[in-house]
Nanobody, 128 residues
Framework: QVQVVESGGGLVQAGGSLRLSCTASGLTFDDYAMGWFRQAPGKEREGAACFSWSGGSIYYADSVKGRFTISRDNAKNTLYLQMNSLKPEDTAMYYC?????????????????????WGQGTQVTVSS
């Protein structure tokens, strides 16, 4: 049974940093495309940062480019999202997702792709 679990969310002041982690079990992590999505209250889900299926390319939404960094440690079955220079508009529930498809990061994120496996989310709140 595949499980995807996020952690690391919390309350931070504007300009601060957080690092989210996502641990996946029950799957061969190397074989999966991974991504971070977020959903703010009253808004649609947005792809924030996504790896391609090969892990060779990364897509970032314009709203996070230059501030967020996605990375993965295949040996630890863990995906990360380093978030710097946080803004109040980054406040959202952040979700980690895993998929066995063969798409680019751009396709996954910009099409708000329905990955096969999703975590329950971790809340990030940025105060002004």
């Amino acid at each position: 049974q595949v499980q995807v679990v996020e952690s690391g969310g919390g309350l931070v002041q504007a300009g601060g940093s957080l690092r989210l982690s996502c641990t996946a079990s029950g799957l061969t992590f190397d074989d999966y495309a991974m991504g971070w999505f977020r959903q703010a209250p009253g808004k649609e889900r947005e792809g924030a940062a996504c790896f391609s299926w090969s892990g060779g390319s990364i897509y970032y939404a314009d709203s996070v480019k230059g501030r967020f960094t996605i990375s993965r440690d295949n040996a630890k079955n863990t995906l990360y999202l380093q978030m710097n220079s946080l803004k109040p508009e980054d406040t959202a529930m952040y979700y980690c997702a895993a998929d066995r498809g063969y798409y680019s990061g751009t396709y996954y994120c910009s099409n708000n792709y329905e990955y096969k496996h999703w975590g329950q989310g971790t809340q990030v709140t940025v105060s002004s």
